[in-house]
């Protein structure tokens, strides 16, 4: 079946660092790929996606691209802010299964000013 | 903007009674969704609704849950009698017919004591 798996938190970083967040799926068919935020006490929001090899996702500074040989879309922001602290999902979903989501894990990430 | 919203934000219950958990879906969306995360946990999928019926459901999603559309508008989630590891947030989250983007509600924490 469908599967996601995501770097394993927490992740704590000052401001202006680099942040990544690996993201590698499983799955049977051609899936979509997103990135969820959570910011604390939320839901779940729409960071980015993209539905198709080699496209890249990306909003208010973050990026990945849906890389199909190495099944991975690995999360990017150059800059973080403290206001960028929040929990982020993996997920992806098939046509073939109604688009149902499978998440990963969740990374938490703490920005520090 | 359109958005997803769910009654009540937050439910405790008694271990063994029954609860409804409500949603209001973006209104030109056909497959809907119910997703929980249980406190510190991943999004795990429950089931999925699309043209009056259950499209898929995970192994979550066993006799005591269940889920209606009852008047074209709203989509709800009954559990018959919960159980204390029923705690959690549940999300509802809608898709339109022709985008792959599900929108989630803000979700309900559910509080079984």
Known sequence: ?113 | EPEVTQTPSHQVTQMGQEVILRCVPISNHLYFYWYRQILGQKVEFLVSFYNNEISEKSEIFDDQFSVERPDGSNFTLKIRSTKLEDSAMYFCASKGLRDNEQFFGPGTRLTVL
């Not at chain 1, 942040?19 to 979509?32: E, K, M, Q, V």
């Not at chain 1, 879309?73 to 403290?82: D, R």
Request: aromatic content about 12%; proline content about 3%.
């Open chain 1, 1 to 113: 079946g469908d599967s996601v798996t995501q770097m394993e938190g927490p992740v704590t970083l000052s401001e202006e660092a680099f942040l990544t967040i690996n993201c590698t799926y499983t799955a049977t068919g051609y899936p979509s790929l997103f990135w969820y935020v959570q910011y604390p006490g939320e839901g779940l929001q729409l960071l980015l996606k993209a539905t198709k090899a080699d496209d890249k996702g990306s909003n208010k500074g973050f990026e990945a691209t849906y890389r199909k040989e190495t099944t991975s879309f690995h999360l990017e922001k150059g800059s973080v802010q403290v206001s960028d602290s929040a929990v982020y999902f993996c997920a992806l979903s098939e046509r073939s299964n109604d688009y149902k989501l499978s998440f990963g894990a969740g990374t938490t990430v703490t920005v520090r000013a």
